[in-house]
C-alpha cells in the first residue's frame, strides 16, 4: 500500500541530505599562533570542514582568498588541496610535516605558529559513501561558506559552534566524541543553509526535488521503495499525463524515471547492507525486489559485486591512517 503521507519541500531537500553517509572520519584541534600556514593536500573521496573557534585566518583555494572570522566555518565539498594561513604572506608547511599530539586513531591536536596572535580552528576530514552521495557532491559547489556567529536562523548553526569551542576549550571525558558528533552535525547545518539559500539551476536532481510535480513524485518513490510503482503511477502523484511527467523527469534528473527508481533502491540496498546486519533477503523485500535471486543480479550489475561481497566489505572497512607512517628505526 502506498504511503498517503505527502512529501514537503523542506521533506524533499531532506531526502538530498540522507544521501551523505560518512564512513570514516579525521579530525583535529589546532592551537595556532601567528605567523603560520598549513597545506592540507587533496583527499578524494572526502569532504572537509574547517570551522574558525577563535582568532581569524585566510583560506586560500583554487587561487582565490577567504578570509575567516571566528563563528566562520568553511566545507570543501570534494576534498580539493587548500592552504589555511595567518595572514596573505605566511609561508606554508605542508599538513604531515606538522607533529601533532595523537590522541586517538581519529583525533589529534595540533600545536604550530611562531607565537604571535591566536587562532583556534577545529578541522575535519570526513570521507564519503561514494555510491550514495556522488549524485548530491555532484551537484554542490566545491566550496560552501558560513560565516559569523550570528547565524540569521534559528540559531541552531552557532549554538553548536558554540558548543564545539567549549569542548575544544580543554577535552574531558568523553569530549572527543562529542567534538566528532557536533562536526557532524556542522557538515548537514552549512549543506542546509546552502540548500535554503542558493538559486536552484535549469536542470539537476536538487531542482527535481525543488520542482512542485517532480519533486512529489520523487518524494513518494523515496518514501515507498517496496511499493511496484508504474510510470502510470508516477505522473498521477505528479499531477502529469505519463507523456509529460516522464519528459520533465528526464530533463531535470538525467534518466527515465523507471532507471532512477531502479538504481535508487540499489543504491539504499548497499547502504543497508554495509550499515545493517538485517537479512540479504529482508532487505531486498524493503527494497521493492519479490525475489532475492533478482536482486542479487541487478545488484551485481549494478555495483559489480554481490550483495554478500558487500556486506564483508562493509564489516571490515576501518578509516585507512591519512597521516604517513613514520619512516626509519
Sequence with gaps: ?????????????????????????????????????????????????????????????????????????????RGASHRMLSAADASSAPLFDIPVEQVS?????MRFGGGGDRAQVAYA???????????????????IRVDAWDDGEAGAFQTVLRLLAREAEAI???????????????????????????????TGWLTALRDPHVGRALGRMHATLDHDWTLVELAREANMSRSAFADRFTTLVGESP?????????QQARAELMSTTDSIASISRRV????????????????????????????????????PAPTGA
Excluded at 61 to 70: K, M, V
Excluded at 125 to 143: C, F, H, M, N, T
Excluded at 258 to 266: K, N, S, T
Excluded at 302 to 308: D, I, K, Y
Design 172 to 202: 574531558q571525558p568523553g569530549g572527543e566524541a562529542v567534538m566528532t558528533s557536533l562536526a557532524d552535525v556542522l557538515v548537514v547545518q552549512v549543506l542546509r543553509s546552502w540548500l535554503r539559500t542558493s538559486e536552484p539551476s535549469e
Design 125 to 143: 576530514a570526513l570521507q564519503v559513501d561514494g555510491a550514495l552521495s556522488a549524485r548530491l557532491i555532484e551537484e554542490l559547489p566545491p566550496l
Design 1 to 77: 500500500m502506498v504511503n498517503p503521507r505527502t512529501p514537503v519541500a523542506g521533506d524533499l531537500l531532506g531526502d538530498g541530505l540522507h544521501l551523505l553517509r560518512f564512513t570514516g572520519a579525521l579530525y583535529c584541534r589546532a592551537e595556532l599562533t601567528a605567523p603560520w600556514g598549513v597545506e592540507f593536500p587533496a583527499l578524494e573521496g572526502f569532504m572537509m570542514l574547517p570551522v574558525v573557534l577563535a582568532g581569524r585566518c585566510i583560506l586560500e583555494i583554487d587561487g582565490t582568498r577567504h578570509p575567516l572570522e571566528a563563528g566562520s566555518a568553511a566545507l570543501i565539498t
Design 288 to 323: 521493492g525486489y519479490s525475489s532475492e535471486a533478482s536482486f542479487g543480479r541487478a545488484f551485481k550489475r549494478q555495483h559489480g559485486s554481490t550483495p554478500g561481497a558487500v556486506r564483508r566489505e562493509g564489516q571490515q572497512f576501518g578509516l585507512a591512517a591519512l597521516r
Design 105 to 109: 586513531d581519529t583525533y589529534e591536536h
Design 258 to 266: 523507471m532507471r532512477y527508481l531502479a538504481g535508487w533502491r540499489l
